[in-house]
């Protein structure tokens, strides 16, 4: 009896690790995995040698000869796809409008999925269609918008002008990115002083460079945090949560004490509203999903943004040339009174190919995501299980010799024709395309022109003295960065 016993066990474990290996039919091409991990421990490894997740990812598509690659991650099925046609159909299709449930998802939704990022489904239609319209009420992608970027610009160019001589360019940008969504959410700006605010975009900082697009070992072992909570990030974004939920839950209810009916100055008094509307789903409006909708804004104005941003300018040191060129166009185009609105930009296509070239180049998301897939569906020819995460390597697009020359090289030129004018771009989509595409695509836009252009109308930009070189190799994490540089603006004499 014991010998049968043994037997069955032993061939019950057998089918499990059988089961554990074998690849489902028709899923697209990749390596082989192991029980349990799956291909983790190789991706991991391999992203440490090369410098990145986006890296790895690429690599495994060259060695396995596909545009379509087909992981396991823990016990997560994960499919990145690299060429641009593939990464336009997912992007398009409806049946890939999905975002994985998993415990880190989760987490950074505060322990369930809501808010418009992490959610999908009717939930995820109704927060979007409410944040979309009450926005635009708001001066979203309109004048008041320019004209609240522009009080940003003011304080920017008054600051540098007071001492630009050893400035570290991430954070001076990012609280402007941020308070911008910031008196669109809450009707107030904060004070580049508060110290609160300096804190949690520390935190963020450390956030992007602790995980990685697929939420790291904590999403396929969520139970190491019972046993390395500071080791595999946990007790890092519970610290994040606590201090950003602290920092809203404080706004909130001092809106809440402030309300009035028919008070609808600001997106928190808006939601309120809607929360106190007779017969209104508690489920869908409720102080929980304000509290994340502001954690989706607070988070889209500190990383692409400003991170594409400090790119630039750094870009800009490296090439003076480049730099010089920036200016010679703008000095040329408007006198040094004029007012820019983001409808100029069309008369500056060097400049719009300068930004277009740095979003190319230095795309702060080199793999974006994640997706899930809602039903069962192939792709391609391929079979994609139902649940299925998707990536998509923006990298792959943005460094493709099918569709660009020299792709390693910071050419804004790419993007003019023979006579100097904005030739067709749609192979750079850093905002996504389809339903999903990020909210904040028209904010982005507008504060990069506004921004950039503005202050090399005013400064000169360059190494600050003393300050070591940063390494042009982007620093890797959920969003890819510029190694912290110090630079100078010197006043340029108009």
């Not at 074998?22 to 410098?51: D, H, I, M, Q």
Request: charged share 25%; proline share 5%.
């Amino acid at each position: 009896m014991l010998f049968i016993l043994i037997a069955v066990v032993s061939i019950l474990i057998l089918s499990y690790l059988i089961n554990q290996i074998r690849r489902p039919k028709n899923l697209p091409p990749g390596p082989p995995w192991w029980p349990f991990v799956g291909n983790l421990p190789e991706l991991k490894k391999l992203s440490k040698a090369l410098g990145g997740q986006h890296l790895a990812l690429s690599e495994l598509s060259k060695r396995y000869k596909t545009n379509i690659l087909g992981l396991k991650l823990g016990d997560e099925y994960v499919v990145t796809v690299f060429s641009y046609p593939i990464v336009r159909d997912v992007l398009i299709r409806e049946e890939f409008e999905g975002r994985p449930d998993n415990f880190f998802l989760r987490l950074r939704c505060m322990g369930k999925k809501r808010g418009v990022t992490c959610t999908d489904g009717e939930l995820w239609h109704i927060q979007r269609n409410f944040v979309n319209r009450h926005l635009r009420n708001l001066g979203f992608g309109k004048k008041p918008m320019e004209e609240m970027i522009r009080d940003e610009v003011v304080e920017m160019l008054s600051t540098l002008k007071e001492d630009g001589s050893n400035v570290q360019v991430d954070k001076f940008i990012a609280p402007a990115v941020l308070n911008v969504l910031w008196t669109l959410a809450t009707g107030a700006r904060i004070s580049r002083k508060n110290n609160q605010l300096n804190e949690l975009l520390d935190l963020f900082s450390v956030r992007s460079k602790a995980f990685d697009m697929t939420g790291g070992t904590l999403t396929q072992y969520p139970w190491l945090r019972f046993i390395a909570p500071e080791w595999c990030g946990y007790n890092l974004i519970q610290e994040i949560n606590k201090k950003l939920k602290n920092f809203f839950v404080k706004t909130i209810e001092e809106h809440q004490e402030m309300w009035q009916e028919g008070r609808n100055d600001d997106l928190i008094y808006r939601y309120i509203s809607e929360i106190k509307t007779p017969n209104k789903n508690s489920e869908v409006f409720n102080d929980d999903q304000l509290i994340m909708l502001c954690l989706d804004l607070f988070i889209a104005g500190t990383q692409t943004t400003s991170g594409t941003l400090d790119f630039g300018f750094l870009l800009m040191i490296l090439h003076p040339d480049i730099q010089k060129k920036v200016q010679a166009q703008l000095d040329a185009t408007f006198d040094k009174d004029h007012v820019l609105d983001y409808s100029d930009r069309h008369k500056l296509p060097y400049v719009e190919a300068v930004i277009l070239e740095i979003l190319r180049f230095r795309h702060v998301t080199p793999i974006a995501g994640p997706r899930r897939v809602m039903k069962d569906t192939y792709l391609d020819g391929y079979f994609l299980p139902k649940d299925t995460t998707i990536l998509f390597s923006f990298y792959s697009i943005n460094t493709s010799t099918e569709y660009w020359k020299d792709p390693e090289i910071f050419m804004p030129e790419r993007f003019l024709d023979e006579n100097g004018l904005l030739l067709p771009h749609e192979k750079v989509i850093p905002f996504g395309l389809g339903r999903r595409r990020c909210l904040g695509e028209v904010l982005a836009k507008t504060c990069i022109f506004f921004f950039f252009t503005e202050i090399l109308r005013k400064f000169d930009v360059s190494l600050a003295p003393g300050s070591k070189l940063p390494s042009t190799k982007p620093v890797p994490g959920i969003t890819l960065s510029a190694e912290r540089y110090w630079a100078k603006f010197t006043e340029r004499s108009l």
